[in-house]
């Protein structure tokens, strides 16, 4: 049930709300995380604009949510306040893997999520083969489990992400899963259908939103870069080819300079040297483009351009 906050429901001192029903208002006390209430007891002055509210009953605990929609103003960004300029590449073997351009890695390691998620998968597939009113009442259960699982993943491995006045560069990953190969068949074996879950329940939109929104907060700034080629291109002698990848293994070798690194650290170095290319501009021109998307294909290859002639190297990469 969705509330506006004018006609049905109103928030005051004390920790006491009141919501309107059809048999009239309902005043009662709630309780919440106490950065949020003393957000809600002072909105004006942590500059809050409480909007609509939606009204939510755990359907195991019986637990009524009132669930707060909030807009929070936040100080203009300022390229002179950035300390800090870093990649960040999502993936389905690590969660997130970070580097900053003064070589410092951070890697979130997605296994004991994942194997979590199987074991989620398995018995999910086993009460729905089962169908009786028991194993139902299991399910809504489980698939409730499920989401607080992603949930939770995606909260922690943002903030740990999100440091204080940081620039944060994420892939632009749009219509990633259209361009992600699936195949589809009534006789796919169970391993192809294993990986089809696990395409389809990659979750990297909710990890970008927040992390996305925790950099603001925390007084940084998030941009979005090309994702094409980050885990192809040598940052070292910038070649580019699907060679570097052996057997698409978690290893990068560069076929023409022999550098050898993680897969995933090579990429988010890359991602790391492209936002610090966009920190740049904006220190140039004054103007941020905070993602590429309105931009056509000609200004496409043209970025790409300039991202090939980008080097690897911490004593020109430490500069702000």
């Known amino acids: 049930m969705t509330l506006s906050i004018a006609n049905y429901y109103r928030i005051f001192k004390g920790l006491v709300n009141s919501i309107g029903t059809l048999t009239g208002r309902i005043r009662c006390r709630y309780e919440g995380w106490n950065r949020h209430l003393e957000w809600l007891a002072h909105p004006i002055d942590h500059g809050i604009t409480l909007g609509a509210a939606k009204l939510w009953q755990d359907p195991v605990s019986k637990v009524w949510y009132l669930l707060v929609s909030i807009e929070k103003s936040l100080d203009p960004m300022a390229m002179d306040s950035i300390t800090t300029v870093k990649g960040v590449d999502l993936n389905r073997r690590n969660i997130a893997v970070e580097s900053n351009t003064r070589g410092e890695c951070r890697f979130y390691p997605g296994g004991y999520w994942r194997h979590l998620a199987e074991r989620v998968a398995s018995t999910r597939s086993a009460l729905q083969a089962k169908g009786t009113r028991g194993a139902k009442a299991v399910l809504r259960k489980l698939v409730l489990r499920e989401r607080r699982l992603n949930a939770d993943t995606a909260h922690c491995v943002s903030k ?78 910038g070649h580019i080819g699907q060679e570097n990848r052996p057997d698409h293994g978690l290893l990068f070798v560069c076929a023409q300079c022999g550098h050898t690194l993680h897969a995933d650290l090579v990429a988010a170095r890359n991602i790391s040297m492209r936002t610090l290319l966009i920190r740049q501009d904006w220190v140039r021109t004054g103007r941020l483009s905070a993602a590429p998307e309105a931009s056509g294909d000609e200004t496409k290859a043209a970025r790409l351009s300039r991202y090939a002639e980008l080097r690897w190297s911490l004593d020109a990469s430490s500069v702000l």
């Open 160 to 237: 740990a992400i999100a440091e204080p006045h940081a620039m944060v560069g994420l892939e632009w990953l749009k219509d990633i899963r259209n361009r992600t190969e699936r195949r589809h068949s009534k006789k796919a074996s169970v391993r192809r259908r294993k990986a089809n879950r696990k395409v389809s329940s990659w979750s990297f939109a909710d990890v970008q939103a927040k992390t996305a929104y925790k950099t603001r907060l925390s007084g940084g700034v998030p941009i979005w870069v090309d994702a094409d080629y980050t885990s192809q291109t040598c940052p070292i002698c």
